[in-house]
């Protein structure tokens, strides 16, 4: 039974095909097209399907709709979300202080062990310096307490290239750690633009420095487990066998011998001559040492300060505190590239008479930063 919308429609649609019929339906192409149009049989109209009922309480709609609060998905706490900087310090207080009480490091190592062998890394890309052998002893003749560059402003890269053997070397131009295939580099920052010394000072005259690693590194992390090394006494001989050939086998404290100063034992004696470079100890064809510094102040060049040895580290800090002797302090204060850098970072005044020399040194240093920065 169809409605009345529905019958006045079908009214319509046979008014139209009458009016089509007076005017084209003489037309044999009409006729053939409306035989071919015409249902074989026609379909019975399906009836229309209910909709299925659902019950109110599980109907969705919007929470705001049905006065719900807002959600929350936030995965952190909500003094954090607010910003309390003074509880989140309050809980890294605590958390530092409960690990020294319980052996920190010890208790680290138990926690690795417990996590089991870590996975092997990733073999490093082709090119990488991971896989190159730096040319520590080209660097050394050339550039010891000297800066490095190429003149294209890219600093890290211009000491890289230097050191690399071939020509586009693969490295991290963010990390302050380069590790190559026979030794380690550090990069620091000494001084900022303005002069201010960073947390990598300097001592005993430019003869010692102490040196932060990543917050996330530890003992057993490869590459510090490879800095670490140096202070074993199997590096006795590598020691003597790679020092520069002006500081022939010199040791740090005996400045005085290596600048031509001579000693009398009273007044009136005769003084004593000037005493000979100890003789460099051979060692193995090839032997470069393991750990090797480069320092600046912020946006100069690089000025490579030769091979480091670590004397003493603070693993329960984090990040882990590291204080190094510069094995070839004795060549190095003899560059006024280096003592600008000394002077800037210079914790304990320790400069003696190298003072004015490195202050004259760093005012230059703060010249030529500020003339490139105009």
Known sequence: MLNEYEQRREARIARNREILMRLVGDLPAHKSLMEADQPSSPKPKSAKRKAAS??????????RIRNMPAPIYTSFEVDEDLGDAGARAARRKARRSASSRSGGSAVAREKLALRGPPKPPAPPAKGSIKTL??????????????????????????VIHELAPIANPRFSKYSGIQEWKNCVCLFANVGDKNGNSYDNVFTHAGGQISWFAQPTQHEETPVIARIL????EKHDNTQDATAPEALGGIAEGEEGAEAGVCEADDAGAEPKPKPKPKPKKKSASGSV???????????????YCGRLRV?????????????????????????DDFLGLVDLADAD?????H??????????????KETKGR
Request: glycine share 8%; charged share 25%; aromatic share 8%.
């Open 355 to 368: 003072k004015p020399k490195a202050a004259a040194a760093s005012k230059k240093l703060k010249l030529e």
């Open 133 to 158: 052998a730096a040319r520590v002893d080209a660097v050394t003749a050339k550039y010891l307490g000297r800066p490095i560059s190429d003149g294209t402003g890219a600093l890290k890269a211009a």
């Open 311 to 335: 004397l003493e580290h603070f693993p329960n800090k984090t990040p882990m505190k590291f204080l190094f002797r510069l094995l070839d302090a004795p060549l190095l204060r003899h560059s």
């Open 349 to 353: 005044a320790s400069l003696g008479e």
């Open 289 to 303: 040492w393991p750990l090797h510094f480069f320092a600046r102040m912020e946006g100069c060049e690089y000025v």
């Open 54 to 63: 659902i019950p109110e309480g599980e109907q969705r709609r919007s929470g």
């Open 229 to 232: 090394e140096t202070a074993h």
